[in-house]
């Protein structure tokens, strides 16, 4: 198991790690700050180095253990290193994720509905949600509303709950296909008192430090599925 030190400090840049199993260009360290892709957040890039530097060119987790492909061969077990995350890409994802939290909220406040899908990005992000009909002016005024929340600068924190706790909260999952099951302990995200969400990604401390999001577009994504794309 990789310990995810991102859990913990989502700003931590640079950390200093022990490489435990190497094969060709994937190497699995110790303890890690590299955001694997996941919940729609994806991948960090960055660094390893060593006597030489490797670029991380995605990461993954693979049961319990956080994979990095690295552009070159040369790393081996027991090596230590100093990792390095592109900044720049993460803090973009981590206001994006912080974002798409007020947003699903706002959703289910105004429509009731859930998100049946999301994908982050430092471009274009999109969250698809159960919703019969969503025109351009319905969909400007969730964005609107999300900056509102937004700017009440409000404090987003997480902490670790055991499971059957956690599922006593109400809407703590707002994925339409649920959580995945047999999870022990939940992570559990909260964003002032108007959001919390069992969630495993990075987030800012302060929505102030979001800014605001834009509308770009809806799309009709099926019977009581559309698609709402927005961007920082
Ligand atoms: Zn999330």
Redesign the pocket.
Known sequence: MTELLYLQDSYLKEFEATITGVEGRLVALDKTAFYPSG???PCDFGSLVGEYTYKVLSVKKISGQVVHEVDKEGLKAGDKIKGRIDWERRYKLMRA?TA??ILSEVLFRAEGCLCTGNQLDIGTCREDISIQELNEEKARGFIAETNKIISKDLPIAAQFMPTEEALKIPQVCKLAKGLPPGLKELRI?SIGDFDI?A???THVKQTSEIGEIKYIGTENKGKNNRRLYFSL
């Open positions: 919940g729609g957040q994720h798409s939290h995200v969400q969630d495993g990604g």
